[in-house]
C-alpha cells in the first residue's frame, strides 16, 4: 500500500523540528524536486547542545495488517531514522517509534523497516509505553541525529506499507 508518492504534496501537512527547539542551530529544508521525489535537506549543528533535524507529516494512516514500512530513497551515506508517532483521541503521544537506516553515498536503494524492529523513544530514552499501534498512527517522518555533524541530503521516491 502506497503511503505517500510526493505527488499529493499540497494535501499533506509536513513539518520541520530541528534542535532549535532546544537552543540547537541546525537547519533543514523539506521541497518537492523536478523528478517529483521529496528532498529533506539541512546542516546538523552540534554548537548549543544541538544535534537533530527532523521532518514529520502530519497524517493519520491505518496500518493494521502490514508488516513493515518500505522506503525507496538515496541518501549520502549517512544514518536516519524512519519515525512513527502514535495517539489517540485526537492528542499525540510525546514519544515515537522509531528504525534507524543506513544510506549510501548517491544510490537508490529500497529499505524495508520491519515493524517489529522499531523500539519506542522519547528524548534519546527508551520510555516504558505500550507496544506500537499501527491503527493510531498520527506522524510519519525522518530524522537526522546521532551527532552527524554537518550537511546532508536525503532524496524520497515514495513511502510504502507491505505486507
Avoid: C
Avoid at 548517491?106 to 520510555?127: A, N
Amino acid at each position: 500500500m502506497q503511503i505517500t508518492d510526493f505527488s499529493n504534496i499540497a494535501h499533506q501537512q509536513w513539518i520541520i523540528v530541528n534542535d532549535g527547539v532546544m537552543g540547537g542551530n541546525s537547519s533543514s529544508q523539506f521541497q518537492i524536486n523536478s523528478d517529483g521525489n521529496a528532498v529533506f535537506l539541512g546542516t546538523v549543528s552540534l554548537a548549543n547542545n544541538g544535534g537533530f533535524a527532523s521532518v514529520k507529516n502530519h497524517e493519520r494512516i491505518r496500518l493494521d495488517g502490514y508488516s513493515a514500512i518500505e522506503l525507496r530513497l538515496k541518501g549520502d551515506g549517512k544514518r536516519y531514522s524512519f519515525r512513527l508517532q502514535t495517539g489517540e483521541a485526537g492528542n499525540i503521544h510525546q514519544w515515537s517509534y522509531e528504525q534507524r537506516f543506513d544510506t549510501r553515498t548517491m544510490e537508490w536503494m529500497t529499505v524495508t523497516l520491519p515493524f517489529s524492529g522499531f523500539k519506542p523513544t522519547y528524548r534519546g530514552r527508551t520510555p516504558d509505553v505500550p507496544a506500537l499501534d499501527l491503527n493510531s498512527i498520527m506522524r510519519y517522518g525522518f530524522l537526522i541525529s546521532d551527532k552527524q555533524q554537518g550537511d546532508f541530503r536525503l532524496e524520497i521516491d515514495h513511502i510504502s506499507a507491505s505486507r
